[in-house]
């Protein structure tokens, strides 16, 4: 777990810190995915505290604040919110996922019965311009190959309006 604590209008205080790092470990054991949690301290009116924190978890964006005359209980009272958030959001997916209905065997073997040919193609090295003149020379509709500079699996093709597409790979296959 990454947490980045911010201080505003207020000293760093590295005893707050530590406090805010060994009370927010319990939020791991709410989900499976590193969290990077930012928690902000700020001072409002010289004597009320105000603790703020956000972290995005899967794409949805859980935030709190909580504002108190001392920063410890501001911090204990925070983690209880995004605790009950965890649990919250933790249940909604369960419940989502239990409800979402189960792909049967039956689909697999439709889209494997509509697989005819099976060829397995040996993607030689070689540069772009010499595969859109292998590919024009075959006559064939695409070609895989693979880029000799990056060493990356590439498709090159053949679209509608006569010219080439090429499509290439992000990571080497090794």
Excluded: W
Excluded at 5 to 10: A, C, D, G, L, N
Excluded at 70 to 94: S, W, Y
Excluded at 103 to 127: F, Q, W
């Amino acid at each position: 777990m990454d947490i980045t604590i911010s201080f505003r209008h207020i000293e760093p205080d590295e005893e707050i810190k530590s406090y805010i790092e060994d009370k927010f470990v319990r939020l791991q054991k709410y989900i499976e995915t590193p969290l990077d949690v930012h928690v902000v301290l700020s001072m409002e009116k010289k004597y009320r505290h105000r603790v703020d924190v956000v972290f995005t978890l899967n794409g949805v964006v859980i935030n709190a604040h909580e504002v108190m005359d001392d920063m410890r209980a501001a911090v204990d009272k925070i983690l209880d919110k995004i605790e009950r958030r965890l649990t919250r959001f933790r249940d909604k997916l369960k419940r989502y996922r239990d409800t979402k209905p189960k792909r049967e065997l039956e689909a697999r073997e439709d889209i494997g019965s509509k697989i005819i040919v099976t060829k397995t193609i040996d993607a030689k090295p070689m540069d772009t311009e010499e595969a859109a003149m292998q590919l024009e020379a075959s006559g064939d509709s695409f070609m895989i190959f693979r880029d000799s500079e990056k060493g990356n699996v590439c498709v090159i093709y053949k679209r509608k309006d006569g010219n080439f597409g090429l499509i290439e790979a992000a990571s080497r296959m090794s």
